[in-house]
């Protein structure tokens, strides 16, 4: 009886052992998907976003950037997008105060703006502001626009960042572009 119990510990034991040895040999993961990485001297900013995806600079204005999500197929219509721009501020303020006037500025550029002030949420190791608001422009399509605002007190700098996405692509982009913001480093 002895060696019947010394001999199935013996086995288990062996069994356990080659299961863990199974786990150290595993392949590692491989990438999830090319990234470019974006280090912007101008922005004070920088993050990864999708290798396939689109950047560009707007001429004239140093502070601003576009993210553009390339078309999925020929029934797409529109190009998702990321507006990510940046400000210094005179002076300090709280991050609170900053996403309010964020707010407060898109209202004033278009009074009839609905916009939901949707509170914080951590993104990797930042804690981001979010609003949200709809439009439909002339041409009849619904869109949805998700904001993200984040304030960095140690040097006055607001950083911003708009995805702005057809309604129907709205919840998948949205999570597409808080993948990005894990990335995101202020300077």
Partial sequence: MKKIFILSLL???SFIACKN???INEKP?????????LKSDSLKIEFDFPKNWQAVKTPNQFNLITLKQPLVDSLDAYQENILVWTEQLPMNISDSIYHLTTIAQLKISTPNLTIENKGTKQIGDKIFYQYAF???PADSNHYIVNGYTYFNTKDSMGYNFNGTADKKNAVLFQKEMETILISFKSK
């Fill in 11 to 13: 086995i288990i034991t």
């Fill in 21 to 23: 040895d199974s786990k």
């Fill in 29 to 37: 993961n491989e990438p999830k998907a090319d990234i470019t990485h």
């Fill in 134 to 136: 709809e439009f439909t």
